[in-house]
């Protein structure tokens, strides 16, 4: 049997989820909100559950330790089920063997076909090639219960799923992927949506504090920026001291230093830039959302960093779940 768990903040596209997920089935609707206000209004065959309201993280394991069923389907609330996804959701679960502990579902983004990709769209389509995302994974409940579920200090939808599905595996379950496909559509965004979705790095140092230089690798996630974002920052911070300096002092040395600093930090920043508005629409607004962007980007990602990294300085790895089950042999 299978229990299906929604964690929600309450947007516009949950009622239209619920509605296309089957009716002989429990579905958890984990109501996530710091202020609820009104109730949510589900249908009569969902329930809801009060989240604690930290995060999916810990949204998802409200919902789960409440699920009755052996099997745990989590979804987000801005997904819509495939063709036939609850024929292919049992038809998936059915061919799980005893060792296998979660199955994906495939993921489809749904990009424009008349133009290029905004920065946000190409991100968001990056969910289809994510590893054991949750926006369609189901889990053993065994499972989850011998790993203790999400680590909650992960607040956001930001790497909790890939660290959930490391510490899976390494309790030695299986993971693979299904059938059944869902709809992940581009949800609106303003266009500072990339400024916002640095606070992750922090998440990040937590992440490098648990598991070494190889978290990466560990975790299945593919490299990413922060090194030359370092740099960058770097250069910017050596332009503005030693420029002040050259001012206070009058030093040319100092100038020269500055300016060569200034460089590298504008070849620094144009090279991000073009990287993310080649492959883009290129019109007016990206191009212009692009710098603007691009040169915040590098400073704010290596702030979140540092202040994750002094956050975590003692975190140590979650401890496994309080019901310790082994996996079959």
């Known amino acids: 049997m299978i229990s299906i768990v929604v964690?929600?903040?309450?947007?516009?596209?949950?009622?239209?989820?619920?509605?296309?997920?089957?009716?002989?089935?429990?579905?958890?609707?984990?109501d996530d909100r710091a202020d609820p206000g009104e109730p949510l209004t589900v249908p009569d065959h969902a329930a809801v559950v009060k989240g604690p309201a930290r995060g999916p993280a810990a949204a998802r394991?409200?919902?789960?330790?409440?699920?009755?069923?052996?099997?745990?389907?989590?979804?987000?609330?801005?997904v819509l089920p495939g063709p036939f996804w609850a024929e292919r959701l049992a038809e998936d679960l059915y061919r799980a063997g005893p060792r296998v502990g979660g199955v994906q579902g495939v993921v489809c983004v749904p990009l424009p076909e008349d133009r290029r990709p905004t920065d946000w769209e190409r991100v968001t389509a990056g969910l289809a090639d994510g590893r054991w995302i949750t926006a369609d994974m189901a889990y053993r409940r065994a499972a989850l219960?011998?790993?203790?579920?999400?680590?909650?200090?992960?607040?956001?939808?930001?790497?909790?799923?890939?660290?959930?599905?490391?510490?899976v595996r390494r309790a030695g379950w299986q993971l693979q992927i299904g059938n059944r496909k869902i709809l992940h559509p581009v949800r609106p965004e303003t266009p500072w949506v990339s400024l916002r979705t640095q606070r992750g790095n922090a998440d990040d140092a937590l992440l490098r504090r648990l598991y070494g230089r190889r978290w990466r690798d560990l975790l299945e996630i593919p490299p990413g920026r922060r090194p030359r974002h370092t740099a960058i920052t770097g250069l910017l911070a050596a332009a503005l001291v030693t420029g002040v300096a050259a001012a206070v002092t009058g030093k040319r040395a100092l100038?020269?230093?500055?300016?060569?600093?200034?460089?590298?930090?504008?070849?620094?920043?144009?090279?991000?830039?073009?990287?993310?508005?080649?492959?883009?629409?290129?019109?007016?607004?990206e191009v212009t959302t692009m710098l603007v962007t691009s040169a915040a980007i590098p400073p704010v990602a290596v702030a979140h960093w540092l202040r994750g990294w002094w956050r975590w300085r003692a975190a140590r790895p979650v401890p496994a779940g309080l019901v310790a089950e082994a996996v079959p042999a």
């Open 7 to 30: 964690p929600t903040l309450g947007r516009p596209s949950l009622p239209v989820l619920l509605d296309a997920l089957p009716r002989d089935v429990e579905v958890l609707v984990v």
């Open 61 to 78: 394991n409200a919902g789960w330790r409440v699920a009755r069923h052996d099997w745990v389907v989590f979804l987000d609330d801005d």
């Open 145 to 167: 219960a011998a790993v203790g579920g999400f680590d909650e200090r992960l607040p956001r939808a930001f790497r909790e799923d890939a660290e959930l599905a490391f510490r």
């Open 255 to 285: 100038a020269l230093a500055a300016a060569a600093s200034a460089t590298g930090w504008a070849a620094g920043t144009g090279e991000f830039a073009a990287a993310r508005i080649v492959p883009g629409p290129r019109d007016r607004p």
